[in-house]
């Protein structure tokens, strides 16, 4: 035996920030160098906007400063696939991950450090995904539509034909809602009793007040069987509508770019006024459900990077990378299929983590340690 009880175990701790520091190493520079690739890929597709609308260079700067944001939260598994191939890759080509082997330290054991790391990544994924990405986002979104674009920003401060469900049997719809001044115009309000029209108040206006929403010179009509009955107003309470000023706006960009809170919100709106919601349903549950996808493919990538074959390196890579981007191709696919309701939202979420759990777990246990 080389070692004390004691020696082995400060050398493993030694590994294991050797591996850690490597690693880190290398998923930094893959990070960098691939979200620069993605931001010059982005930049030529972008270039005639920036030219035609006269963009400045600093503007063009802190855009793409919010977008390494959107690169991050979309891309960290992929960085921390690569950089687990590469990593382990190389110190396995050196045969360092033999020299550790040779000293009784088992492959499972070298895992350790990668993976508790990126279970912690994972978890700090999902943080960065609610509490930093959203706002920086936001202004990503805003930046692109009215400073790259120059697109107006009337039609979204003045949303037209709104729609809305309070119940089953009660909706209402607003011609035209100005959101700085929290009110709509043209308003109309249905109230049905057993599939027929009970009730129709039109109004000119509703605004909303410190209490609840109110209706401003407008007409309500009372239906039966066999009369009608209508009565002039100057205000109205509608404290029944239970919407807020801001569900009214319509949110820039995509819904599965919002915060984890803020979706939820989006979809209870939708759930009560009758709108779609069950895309957003489904991208919720993605938002716990892909940052994981860091630590599953670790399972995956270190047990086949860390034996070389004859194809060398190269082919520990593209083996790997291979296997990964099943993966995500696999991810993408039950993702669609739970758009189209064909899958539960938390079967689609997790179908494939778990599906690549197992797969992991298998390699991990059949490869030589």
């Not at 920086?136 to 120059?150: A, L």
């Not at 109110?214 to 009509?221: D, F, N, P, Q, T």
Request: with cysteine; proline share 4%; charged share 20%.
């Amino acid at each position: 035996m080389l070692f004390s009880a004691n020696g082995r175990k400060i050398l493993v701790k030694v590994l294991d920030r050797y591996i850690l520091r490597y690693f880190l190493g290398s998923l930094l520079a893959i990070s960098l160098g691939i979200g620069i690739l993605i931001v010059a890929i982005n930049m030529v597709e972008e270039l005639r906007s920036f030219i035609d609308n006269e963009v400045s260079i600093g503007q063009v700067l802190i855009y793409y400063f919010y977008f390494a944001g959107w690169i991050l939260k979309s891309f960290l598994p992929v960085f921390v696939l690569l950089a687990a191939l590469a990593s382990i890759g190389i110190l396995a080509r050196r045969l360092e991950i033999l020299a550790m082997k040779a000293n009784g330290i088992s492959l499972y054991r070298l895992a350790m450090p990668l993976l508790i790391f990126t279970l912690f990544l994972s978890l700090g994924h999902i943080a960065y995904n609610e509490l930093l990405f959203p706002p920086g986002n936001k202004k990503r979104v805003e930046m692109k539509e009215f400073t790259i674009k120059k697109r107006s920003k009337t039609p979204q401060m003045t949303p037209r034909n709104v729609y809305r469900q309070v119940n089953k049997d009660l909706f209402f719809t607003i011609a035209s809602y100005n959101i700085p001044k929290q009110e709509g115009k043209d308003i109309k309000i249905y109230r049905s009793t057993d599939n027929k029209l009970a009730e129709l108040i039109t109004a000119e206006k509703i605004q909303y007040t410190s209490q609840n929403w109110m209706l401003y010179s407008g007409v309500r009509r009372v239906f039966s069987d066999s009369s009608e009955t209508f009565a002039v107003f100057d205000s109205l309470s509608a404290a029944y509508i239970e919407d807020k000023p801001s569900d009214f706006e319509k949110p820039l960009g995509k819904p599965e770019d919002m915060g984890y809170k803020e979706l939820k919100y989006y979809i209870e709106v939708m759930k009560r006024t009758g709108g779609p919601y069950m895309r957003e349903l489904v991208d919720l549950k993605f938002k716990i459900s892909y940052p994981f996808a860091s630590f599953i493919v670790i399972l995956i990538c270190v047990p086949i990077a860390s034996n070389p074959r004859r194809g060398g390196i190269a082919f520990s890579f593209a083996a790997g990378a291979g296997i990964a981007l099943f993966y995500f191709v696999c991810f993408k696919i039950v993702q669609s299929l739970g758009y189209n309701e064909k899958l539960s939202p938390d079967m689609s979420a997790w179908l494939i983590n778990g599906i690549f759990l197992l797969v992991g777990l298998v390699i991990l246990l059949r490869t030589r340690k």
